[in-house]
Each structure stands twice: as C-alpha cells, then as structure tokens.
C-alpha cells in the first residue's frame, strides 16, 4: 500500500497527465490530426478519471477498470452528472475505433465539440478532487 503523501503526488502526476493531454489535444485539432486528437482526449478523461479514483485511494491495471470504478464512484453515487459518463464511454469508442480501425475518421467539428466537453469534464472532475481542488491555480 503506498503511503498518504506518495499517493497525492501520483494523484498530482496523473492529473498533470490530463491536461497536458488536453493541451496536446488542441494542438492536434490545429494540425488537423483528429484520430490523434481524439487520442489525446480520451487519454486526458483516462487519466483524469485515474487521478479521482487513486485520491479515492483506488487503483486499477486495466481501462475497463478504470471505466467501470468511475461510473460507481461518480456516476451512479450522483456525484457527476450521467452525461460525463456517456462522454467518457463515447471517448473510448472512438479512441479504439480511430488507433484500431482502418479508414476511420472524424468531422472536424464533432471533435471541437468533444475537445470543449473535455475541458468541461475536467473542470467538473477536478472540484471532486480535494487533493487537487484545495491547491486550484
């Protein structure tokens, strides 16, 4: 079992990793690489969600994992809206359709549209956060 402090710090450090998903994210769409912009978006949910579940002192190998522990943990306690559980579920369908399948792709507006909830999911999930939400920038 790691300890308390080590814990925050790896709380921090997956939290770090989703921004600067979303960051990569951004300057993905920009360069008009959508399959890896929506990469970079599911990965920054990924390891958002990671982030709440490990300050929850829970932890996982797998992303079903991590999916199935964020849905319990936030989506059917009430503490996010349903809404942020089906856009994290339409994320990882698209994220394994576009690394996986040949001859996919988005619409450039469709994946605005999920950047701008992304950054929305963030901001809700990091408020569920005390670790992180006690220091906000």
């Not at 998903?21 to 990924?46: D, G, P």
């Not at 992303?63 to 964020?70: E, K």
Request: aromatic share 14%.
């Amino acid at each position: 079992m790691i300890k308390d402090e080590q814990r925050i710090l790896m709380v921090h450090y997956w939290w770090t990793k989703a921004e600067e998903s979303l960051s990569s994210a951004k300057r993905e769409l920009k360069a008009e690489s959508l399959e890896f912009a929506v990469n970079r978006l599911y990965y920054s949910v990924f390891y958002a969600a990671s982030a709440a579940l490990l300050d929850r002192k829970l932890t996982f190998k797998k992303h079903s994992g991590v999916r199935a522990a964020f849905h319990q943990e936030f989506i059917k306690k009430g503490l996010l809206d349903l809404k942020w559980g089906k856009f994290y579920d339409q994320l990882f369908e698209d994220r394994q359709e576009g690394d996986y399948m040949a001859l996919i792709s988005f619409e450039q507006k469709y994946v605005e549209f999920q950047l701008s909830q992304c950054s929305r999911f963030l901001k809700e999930l990091r408020n569920l956060i005390p670790s992180i939400s006690e220091n906000k920038k």
